[in-house]
């Protein structure tokens, strides 16, 4: 019997989402891209959609006739400072019939006009070395409000690190804000809906200040400080509406006031030193004393270069208690979390005055002990001195260490819930999920999850356990794929492009690492260098191709384009890229521990291969763009280089002149070969990988695209392999050593349970974890046919003795759910999408077969018909 027609024609729209971002509080955009999701029955799609607007001047409807539903153009007037507006949004399908209205999303615009800001840095006033690790203050202002508050906003960022206080409660939860930028140019403020923590009378607003990353010590062999200014300071513009409509602005200015900080020293690299003996209770509240207090100095910012944020804050997101607590001596406890983190701990301490509690990190026990070689000059240690007092908890507030183990050196015993460890990084949510029947194989997905987590801090870094932690581009730029699926990356990756494009050369030179710091003989100068060069081109297709944003592509592809034009100029007429400071496959397995860059794959084959794929990618972006004479002139110039490759590199046996895993996979992988050719080079790959007994030998060029390279020559059962061994160098290797993210080298730690001896050793680096694209697409089967999922192709490979798999993806239109699994004599198949959502089928002894918008797929193939297809 056939559902009645309400039932059949039930339509349900999400509230629409702004730009990429969740929390809608002091928008930066004027006019802000608006998405929303929609379920209806399997077949419906959308054929228009209404937009309503209210706004204090009245309410506006805006139409289109089109399927969009993901980052649409705001199709009204922009917003101005300040203003707040509340949208909502139905949609009709083929038979012109309304859905219900949605819920209402309220937004709100920042301060969009340099002109709005009033606020200026305020920070200490008394002496201070520069270049040395110097005392933070704290900063406060009394003031009074002789009327009701009926709205109160705080727009807030500092020279440095900041947490806000108003009456003695801290305002939001977020952490090392406002980030790290490329400060002279971008500086992000954050907006607080203040109202319910202000009285009518007297209230006070103030802060704790933190170096961090602008005058704290960042980099190699010792590091450099006040890389962006001596002045840590405070920037922030309370705005309070009273009930009468009337509006005080309380500012940072020469009214303020700063004092001493209990922190005496506060360092990303080395920790935190509090001393309880200096705390003032109360600091932060009305009617607090003013010892110690002295005048601020009041220092400038240019206010355009206050941005509002465009990506999600930092914050602690989960707590993890000790797995176990071994006591090493009457006052020092080795704690163990079960999980390398990022983030910190927090703790219960009692001592008497003067007694100090020290916290120490490590990523890896070796041979029973922290094993803190690999920190480098980062000495990672918290250190609090107490006054005396009764029990409490504390934790550092402007430090964050890379550490599965901790020794707590100070107490006498560590109970059920006195150390916890907090996770913290950049607040995403999260949209992937892989699960199969290998609990190993699962493992490693959660490696990759846990690593991206530790390393997505503000911006993309590396190694956050020692003195590095920078947003190296190569790095990304290969995992862009995996972090597009595990998380919803794309405000997070997109802000950070805004300062690659910032901080490339005028010659078009893309950085190693953005921001940029001093990077000693190694790094500086900035020369050009293949596969980290190329995340201004590659990067953003990725955004586009997965998030759906054009947008991305239009404001990045300046910089994409001089980054090519960079690559040309290098090659010159032979087209073959053959100079420059190439790292090639960056930490190849066989490379010795002191030459990371010795890889077995010429070097200068990597950045031939990566010329001439960056350059038809920039070729692709310019026609999406309307460009033509730019596509038509990159196209060929791609052709020009695939040729060049091939006369180069290539063999007349198809073989090529580097005999390497990589070689072979960038060949296949990036399209480089002629369909002979292909197939000699795919039969090539597997058999190198037969041959090393199925162990990996690439680094940071190979190993996102060897995995593909062997499924797309016909091997899927050597990456199967490949993916499932366990001998080192593997990725389960690392699993069965007891990691717990993905290490920067394959053998980060030796089988003998030693630390590698090389300079560059972390267990926590993404790079190596880029394969979980390859299992998303092969294993779960899942991969985008248009931008943004809006058409998806399910081809799941079963292999290797996996018995199940299933896939799981919160696209921009809603989840996507695919999974497989062996019964009795065959496989059973199972995909849903979401309502906006079609896609292309194929499963081994099928038919091509398709599902519709919103709808489901199931299929029993029998081991015969998988067989005989």
């Not at 705001?74 to 203003?83: I, K, T």
């Not at 090392?176 to 203040?194: A, H, I, M, N, Q």
């Not at 091939?646 to 580097?658: C, H, I, K, N, W």
């Not at 077969?849 to 005989?868: L, N, T």
């Amino acid at each position: 019997m056939s559902a009645p027609t309400s039932e059949r024609t039930f339509v349900k729209v999400s509230a629409p989402r702004f730009e990429h971002i969740d929390d809608t509080l002091g928008m930066g955009a004027r006019t802000p891209r608006l998405s929303w999701k929609t379920e209806a029955p399997e077949g419906w799609t959308q054929h228009g959609w209404q937009l309503e607007c209210e706004r204090a001047d009245g309410t506006v409807i805006a139409s289109g006739t089109n399927a969009d539903q993901v980052l649409v153009a705001w199709p009204f007037e922009p917003l101005s400072s300040r203003e707040q507006v509340r949208v909502r949004v139905r949609v009709r399908g083929e038979d012109q019939r309304w859905s219900p209205w949605s819920d209402q999303t309220t937004a709100e615009a920042g301060l969009l006009d340099a002109a709005d800001w009033v606020a200026a840095p305020v920070g200490a006033a008394w002496p201070e070395t520069p270049d040395t690790d110097r005392r933070p203050a704290l900063v406060r202002r009394t003031f009074r409000l002789d009327r009701p508050v009926s709205r109160a906003r705080l727009y807030v960022t500092a020279h440095g690190l900041y947490e806000a206080e108003i009456n003695g409660a801290r305002i939001g939860d977020h952490e090392f804000s406002p980030g790290w930028t490329k400060y002279d140019e971008r500086l992000v403020y954050w907006t607080f809906d203040v109202t319910d923590e202000l009285v009518e009378g007297e209230n006070t607003l103030g802060a704790w200040l933190g170096d961090g990353w602008y005058r704290g010590r960042l980099g190699f062999n010792g590091g450099y400080r006040d890389l962006y200014g001596t002045d840590q300071a405070l920037i922030a513009q309370l705005e309070v509406t009273h009930d009468d409509g009337s509006v005080t602005v309380i500012a940072t200015d020469e009214s303020w006031s700063a004092a001493p900080s209990p922190v005496l020293v506060s360092g990303l690299y080395d920790g935190e030193k509090h001393d309880t003996r200096e705390e003032q209770p109360g600091w932060s509240r009305p009617g607090a004393g003013d010892d110690g207090w002295s005048p601020v100095r009041v220092g400038h910012r240019d206010p355009t270069t206050l941005v509002a944020p465009a990506l999600p804050p930092v914050r602690c997101t989960e707590e993890l208690a000790p797995v176990t607590v071994t006591r090493i001596d009457d006052t020092t406890h080795l704690l163990d979390f079960g999980q390398n983190l990022v983030g910190r701990l927090r703790v219960r301490v009692q001592g008497p005055a003067g007694h100090v509690v020290a916290l120490r990190h490590a990523e890896v026990l070796e041979h029973g002990e922290l094993g803190i070689r690999p920190l480098r000059l980062a000495d990672a240690q918290d250190l609090i001195t107490l006054d005396g007092g009764e029990p409490r908890f504390w934790e550092p507030k402007f430090t964050f260490h890379g550490f599965r183990y901790a020794t707590v050196t100070g107490l006498d015993e560590i109970g059920e819930g006195d150390v916890v460890a907090r996770v913290i990084h950049s607040d995403m949510r999260r949209t992937g999920w892989l699960e199969t029947s290998n609990p190993d194989l699962n493992r490693l997905h959660e490696n990759v999850r846990w690593g991206m987590r530790g390393n997505f801090l503000s911006i993309p870094t590396d190694c956050p356990q020692r003195d590095e932690r920078l947003g190296w581009t190569g790095d990304v730029q290969v995992f862009a794929p995996t972090a597009s699926f595990l998380y919803d990356s794309a405000g997070f990756l997109e802000n950070w492009l805004t300062d690659v494009a910032l901080e490339q050369l005028p010659d078009g030179t893309i950085p190693w690492f953005v921001p940029v710091i001093p990077g000693g003989p190694t790094w500086n100068p900035i020369r050009t260098g293949a596969v980290w060069g190329d995340v201004s081109v590659l990067t953003p297709w990725t955004l586009h191709e997965r998030f759906g944003d054009l947008d991305v592509l239009r404001r990045q592809y300046d910089s994409g384009r001089k980054w090519v034009e960079r690559m040309i100029t290098q090659s010159g007429p032979s087209r073959l890229w053959r100079d420059g400071h190439q790292l090639g496959d960056w930490l190849d397995p066989a490379a010795p521990p002191h030459d990371p860059a010795d890889a077995r794959t010429d070097r200068y084959l990597v950045a031939s291969a990566y010329f001439a794929f960056s350059t038809r990618r920039l070729a692709d972006t310019a026609r999406l763009l309307g460009l033509a004479a730019d596509a038509d002139r990159y196209a060929r110039i791609a052709e020009e280089a695939r040729d060049a490759f091939r006369a180069e590199y290539v063999r007349p046996d198809g073989t090529l002149t580097s005999d390497a895993q990589t070689a072979y996979a960038l060949a296949i992988r990036f399209g480089l070969l002629s369909v002979t050719e292909e197939a000699v080079a795919g039969r090539r790959l597997a058999a190198l990988v037969r041959e090393a007994g199925n162990r990996i030998a690439t680094g940071f060029a190979g190993t996102p695209v060897i995995s593909d390279a062997l499924s797309q020559t016909g091997h899927v059962d050597t990456a199967y392999d490949l993916i499932l061994e366990t001998e080192c160098p593997s990725w389960l290797y690392t699993v069965r050593m007891g990691g717990t993210t993905i290490w920067e080298r394959w053998d980060s730690m030796l089988p003998d349970g030693s630390i590698n001896p090389g300079e560059m050793t972390s267990f926590n680096h993404f790079a190596l974890g880029s394969v979980a694209d390859w299992m998303h697409r092969v294993i779960g089967g899942l991969s985008p046919a248009a931008p943004g999922y809006r058409r998806i192709e399910w081809a799941p490979q079963p292999g290797g003795d996996l018995e199940h798999a299933r896939v799981a993806f919160e696209s921009p239109y809603g989840l996507i759910e695919g999974s497989w699994e062996r019964v009795a004599e065959g496989i059973r198949y199972s995909l849903s999408v979401p309502t906006g959502v079609e896609g292309t089928i194929r499963v081994p002894g099928l038919d091509e077969q398709y599902v519709v918008s919103g709808g489901r797929f199931e299929a029993f193939v029998s081991s015969s018909d998988a067989a005989a297809a």
